[in-house]
Structures are given as C-alpha cells and as structure tokens.
C-alpha cells in the first residue's frame, strides 16, 4: 500500500481560527496531518521569529481525527522550524499555510505571516503553499476554497515545485460556482499608503494606530489583482532568493575596486 504523504499545516491567525481548521478538513483526505500553529494570532510578522525569549509548544487535541496537533507561543516561521526540528521524526512531504483571514496578494507577501511560514518550509527544502481568502471577517466561508485547494495539492504533491519556489494562492470572495478559473500570475505592484490614527489615553498621552489603504499602482492583466478583481484564483510563484540578478552587471559597472 503507498504510504501516505506527510502534510505539516500552520498559518499566522491561529490555531483555532475557521480558516485553519477548513484547511485541515481539506488535508485529512489527501495525507497524514500534523498540526503546528500559533497560540494566538500574528498576522503581519512577516519572517520573524522569536530569539529573546522562550518558547513553549503544547499539544492539544481540536479535531478528534488528527492525532498531532500543537499550539506554539511564538510566530509561524517559528511554528515551522519546531515542527521540522523537534516534533516530526522525518521532512513532511508538504507544507500548506492558512487558510488566511485576508488578501495576501501583491506587496502583502512581504508582511504575511502566513506566507513567511511556507518560504521558510521552502528553505527548510520542503514543497509549500500558502493560501488566502480574501474575506477578513472571523465567520468567512471557506467552504469554495476547499475544491481547489484540493486540486492545487495534488498538482503540487504529484509534481513538485521548482526549488526556491513556494506558491502564493489566493481565492476572491465568491460563490464556488461565480469562480471563473485559476490564473499563474506575477505579483502586482502595489502598496500601502500608510496613516497613524492618534489618539490619547485617559492620562493624556498619545499613541497611535497604524491605519491606511492599499493602493494598486500596477494595470497589468498579469498580476494577481487584475486576476482576483476578474473572478479567479491567483497563482503567484514566490521565490525567496532576493538577489536583484537583473541589477548585478550595472552594479559591476560602477568599477569599485578601481584605485584600490
């Protein structure tokens, strides 16, 4: 009998967050699932992990059907190097992220927390892919997503991914049956315009919230925005070699080691 894949899930909102648990419905009929998540949510770290101070894992028990499942105190990208090192006694066959609560299309990469647990699966040699709905609403249905994920997994499972490389998906907010399809897309040039919200405690002093708007500076029919505006699942490969490769030989063009 062909022994089933190993299948780590995480995310960044938490272990007992909707969107999690969908994703662990999804998987518990494609593998063997471990479960490593944080405690409490965090999203936003971004690729952070946790160095000055300690961390504590538990192992709990939410689904009746998974065997391991462990709440983490620290972030995703922690979640993922404790299970790799500490918990699982072999490499899982795959990493999947989420399902988030929220976009992680476009610039939001940088900052998710979600996606940062599937690069540092990735750099860890480990197939991964994030997913995302965007609906931020703690109640979102996820119920539209799951098909596809299905689908996506075994793509992955059957065929690997480039090295380097992690998938970035994200599903609009729609019916199954209004999804018009998946695009392979490049990830939109876009930011956020950023404002601080201030404001004054009961004892007079300030402090802020970070508040602002996300702003799409990119009309290409490529890109992840255009494709979930129009219906579709996007499909960002993401890699996580920073080098600017285009830039190196207008770099060595500045000849810096000239009069050494």
């Known amino acids: 009998m062909k022994k089933k894949p190993l299948i780590l899930v995480t995310n ?60 983490c105190s620290g972030t995703p990208v922690d979640c993922v190097k404790f299970a790799v090192n500490e918990i699982l006694d072999r490499k899982p066959d795959l990493c999947v992220s989420g399902i988030n609560h929220g976009s992680n299309s476009s610039i939001n990469v940088i900052y998710s927390g979600t996606l940062s647990a599937a690069v540092e699966a990735g750099i860890e040699g480990i197939p991964a892919i994030g997913f995302s709905l965007l609906d931020y609403n703690w109640n979102a249905d996820f119920e539209p997503a799951k098909s596809f994920i299905k689908k996506i997994t075994l793509q992955v499972l059957a065929n690997g991914l480039p090295d380097g490389v992690i998938l970035n ?16 897309c490049r990830q939109a040039k876009a930011m956020w315009m950023e404002e601080f919200d201030k404001r004054q405690n ?56 000239e009069n050494k």
């Open 169 to 184: 998906v994200n599903f609009p907010k729609l019916k199954e049956n209004e999804i018009k399809g998946i695009k392979i």
């Open 202 to 257: 009961p004892q007079g002093r300030d402090y802020y919230w970070l508040t602002g708007k996300f702003v799409n500076l990119d009309n290409g029919e490529d890109t992840d925005e255009w494709a979930l505006e129009k219906g579709y699942i996007s499909i960002v490969p993401v890699q996580f070699d920073l080098t600017a490769h285009h830039a190196i030989q207008q770099l060595n063009s500045w000849k810096l080691n």
């Open 12 to 71: 960044d909102d938490g272990i007992s967050a909707p969107g999690i648990r969908a994703l662990i419905s999804v998987m518990k009929t494609i593998g063997d699932v471990v479960v490593v998540a944080p405690d409490s949510p965090q999203s936003a770290t971004g690729h952070a992990i946790t160095i000055n101070s300690t961390l504590s894992i538990n192992k709990i028990n939410i689904d009746p059907d998974v065997d391991s499942e462990y709440s």
